[in-house]
């Protein structure tokens, strides 16, 4: 894991309107710009595992399948288990 640790903030929304219905859905407002490419490679890996993938109308990560809290938890796991720190939006603290 690294010394410093790529920092993140899910800002968890809801999407169901329009033709658009998702069990869970989150907009990134963190400095993902000063991200390498492996770490942007590893976000993307974990959206991907945990069901989620980027909806260009919304600017959204819009997950579709499952449970809003399977596919949230889902998520926060996977970012944990990459080394990433969910500075807000993390749903495991609130378990």
Not at 41 to 53: I, N, V, Y
Request: charged share 25%; glycine share 10%.
């Amino acid at each position: 894991m690294p010394k410093n640790p790529p920092k993140i903030e899910l800002s968890w929304r809801d999407e169901n309107y329009g033709s658009i219905c998702a069990v869970a859905a989150f907009r990134n407002y963190a400095g993902t710009y000063d991200w390498s490419e492996r770490t942007h490679q590893r976000f993307r890996g974990c959206l991907k595992r945990a069901g989620f993938t980027f909806h260009q109308g919304r600017c959204s990560y819009i997950a579709s399948g499952g449970t809003r809290e399977e596919r949230q938890r889902g998520l926060c796991d996977e970012l944990a288990r990459a080394g990433f720190q969910i500075d807000s939006g993390d749903v495991r603290a609130a378990a």
